[in-house]
C-alpha cells in the first residue's frame, strides 16, 4: 500500500472508524460506553495509523539523507545608514540547507544562503556519513568543502559543488500537478538543528508575494524557520517539489505561511545555472497592463478581461512578431489569459528563442501572433556583485570592492568605453574621503592622469598619494567620462 492509499485509509478510519466520545454519538444521543479498559481504538483498526507512520518515517529517512547543512562564511558591505562601525566589510557566519541532485555532488540552495559568501562548507546527513563509511569510504571529512557554480538572484536560487561521488540524491517532481490540500514534509536544518522535518499541507499552489513580482510560489503550513533556507519541500512520493525559502510572520519564528519555490522553477534555474553558470530569461518587449472595469468601459474595449498592450519596444520580440499597441492578450500557447502577472510568470520561465503563440483581440477579430522570445535584459549590477571577491578586491583607501573589467565583466558592460579600468561593484555608505560619493556601476580608469588596469593598480598608485592630497579620478557613469575630484583622508 503506498502512501496515498494509507492516507486516504486514515480520513475514512478517522470518519467512520473510531468511537465518539461521550455525548457525540450520532444524533446527539449519548451512549456510555460499556466495555471496562483503555479508551483506545481496537488494535486491529490502529494496523492503518501505523503504515500512516511508518511510511512517513521511511520516506524522511531516505530522503533527508540527501540533505545537506551548508556553512557560510561571508562579508556583508555598510548598510545605507552607515552600520558595521563605518567599516567597508564585517565578516558574519551563517548556515541553510541543500538538496543533493547528483551522486557526483551538485547541491542545490536559496542564493541568499551563500550570498557575499568568502568561503562554503557542506556537511552531509549523519546517515549518509554513516553509510560511506560501511562502503569503505575513509576519506570523508566533515565537513567538505564546497564552491559556488551559479547564482541566480532574481529565483533566489544558488548551485554549489563538492568533490564527493557516490551520494544519495533527489529528484524533482512536477509542481503543476501540485494540489491544494496535499501532504508535504519539509525537511532542512532549522535554526542550526541539523536533519529536522515537519509536516503539513500544500496552503496554495500558485502565491504571489509581491504585486510587481513575476515569482509564484508554493504555500505551505509545515513549520518553517530560519535555517530551513534550501532545503526540501517533499510530496508523498518524496519528489521535491519544492525549495523552501522564507515565511511571512510578526513574531520571528514560523506561524504557519511558509514559502517555497515551485520545482519547474528550480529545475529550469538549476539546469542553467550548472551548464552556464548563469540564467537567461525571455521577455516580448511590451508595456502592458491587466484590464480593468474602468480601463474597458473608459477606452471602449471589445472585452473586458485580459492584458492591454499599451507600447511595443520598436526592435523587440513583440514587435517583429506583429503585436501592436492597444492588442489585448487573451491567450497564451492555447491557456486563457487574465492578468498581466499571468503572462509575465509564464514568459518569464521560458529560455529566450522560444517560440510562442499569443491569442490577442484586435478590434473585433481574434487573431494568433507567432512571436520568438528575446532575452530579458540582465540584472550586471547584481551579476558584478557575484563575480567579486569581497577581500581581494577591496580598495580601502576609495571604500569600495572593485572589479577588474575582465570578459566576463565587458559580457554584463559590452559598452564600456575602454577596455581596463576598475568596476566598482559595492560601496561603503560613508565614504573615507572628502568629495562626491563614488556609486556602484562605475568605472574607474585612472587617478591624476595616471591609468590604473586593476584593483592592485588603483591600490598602489592610491597609497602613494600622502593624507589631504588631492586625488582626481577619472570615471566612466552611464556612458559619459567625467572626473571626481577626491580628498583622501
Known amino acids: 500500500m503506498n502512501l496515498r492509499a494509507v492516507w486516504r485509509s486514515v480520513l475514512a478510519l478517522t470518519i467512520v472508524g473510531f468511537p465518539l466520545t461521550a455525548g457525540q454519538a450520532s444524533g446527539g444521543a449519548s451512549h456510555p460506553q460499556t466495555d471496562a479498559g483503555p479508551a483506545v481504538p481496537r488494535p486491529e483498526k490502529m494496523d492503518v495509523l501505523k503504515q500512516f507512520s511508518s511510511s512517513f518515517e521511511e520516506l524522511s529517512q531516505r530522503s533527508g539523507r540527501a540533505v545537506v547543512q551548508i556553512f557560510v562564511r561571508s562579508y556583508s558591505t555598510a548598510g545605507d545608514e552607515g552600520e558595521n562601525n563605518g567599516q567597508l566589510l564585517t565578516a558574519e557566519n551563517s548556515s541553510g540547507s541543500g538538496i543533493i541532485l547528483t551522486a557526483d555532488g551538485y547541491i542545490l540552495t536559496n542564493a541568499h544562503v551563500v550570498k557575499n559568501a568568502h568561503a562554503v562548507k557542506v556537511q552531509l546527513n549523519v546517515r549518509a556519513e554513516a553509510e560511506a563509511r560501511e562502503l569503505g569510504d575513509r576519506t570523508l571529512k566533515r565537513p567538505l568543502a564546497g564552491h559556488i557554480v551559479g547564482v541566480d ?107 517555497a519555490i515551485p520545482s519547474n522553477i528550480a529545475k529550469d534555474v538549476y539546469t542553467q545555472l550548472r551548464t552556464q553558470g548563469h540564467v537567461h530569461r525571455s521577455q516580448l518587449g511590451i508595456v502592458a497592463e491587466t484590464i480593468t472595469p474602468a480601463m474597458a468601459d473608459g477606452l471602449s474595449l471589445e472585452t473586458d478581461h485580459g492584458v492591454i498592450v499599451s507600447d511595443v519596444s520598436p526592435d523587440g520580440a513583440a514587435a517583429h512578431g506583429g503585436l501592436k499597441a492597444d492588442d489585448i492578450v487573451v491567450g497564451l500557447n492555447g491557456k486563457p489569459v487574465t492578468s498581466l502577472h ?62 577588474n573589467i575582465t570578459k566576463e565583466v565587458l559580457a554584463l558592460m559590452p559598452e564600456l568605453r575602454r577596455p581596463s579600468g576598475v568596476v566598482v561593484a559595492a560601496r561603503q555608505a560613508s565614504a573615507p574621503y572628502s568629495g562626491p560619493a563614488l556609486q556602484v556601476g562605475d568605472v574607474v580608469y585612472g587617478v591624476n592622469r595616471q591609468v590604473v588596469t586593476s584593483v592592485a593598480a588603483l591600490k598602489q598608485v592610491l597609497q602613494n598619494l600622502k593624507p589631504g592630497a588631492p586625488a582626481v579620478l577619472t570615471v566612466e557613469r552611464e556612458g559619459r567620462l567625467l572626473y571626481v575630484p577626491l580628498e583622501l583622508d
Do not use: H, W
Open 153 to 259: 538572484r532574481d529565483s533566489d536560487l544558488a548551485v554549489i559543488k563538492i568533490d564527493k561521488t557516490n551520494l544519495p540524491y533527489l529528484s524533482f517532481g512536477n509542481s503543476d500537478e501540485l494540489k491544494q490540500g496535499e501532504i508535504v514534509l519539509a525537511l532542512g536544518n532549522p535554526l542550526g538543528l541539523d536533519n529536522s522535518v515537519s509536516m503539513g499541507v500544500v496552503s496554495a499552489v500558485s502565491r504571489q508575494v509581491k504585486p510587481d513580482d513575476p515569482m509564484v510560489y508554493i504555500q505551505t503550513d509545515a513549520p518553517i524557520n530560519p535555517g530551513n533556507s534550501g532545503g526540501p519541500l517533499l510530496d508523498t512520493d518524496g519528489r521535491v517539489i519544492g525549495i523552501n525559502t522564507f515565511i511571512l510572520t510578526q513574531s520571528g519564528g514560523s506561524e504557519g505561511i511558509g514559502f
Open 342 to 403: 499571468q503572462l509575465e510568470a509564464n514568459v518569464y520561465r521560458m529560455t529566450p528563442g522560444t517560440k510562442i503563440t499569443i491569442r490577442v483581440q484586435r478590434g473585433a477579430e481574434q487573431l494568433d501572433v507567432p512571436i520568438v522570445t528575446e532575452e530579458q535584459e540582465g540584472a550586471q549590477l547584481d551579476a558584478l556583485a557575484d563575480m567579486m571577491d569581497p577581500v581581494q578586491n577591496v580598495v580601502p583607501q576609495l571604500g569600495i570592492v572593485g572589479l
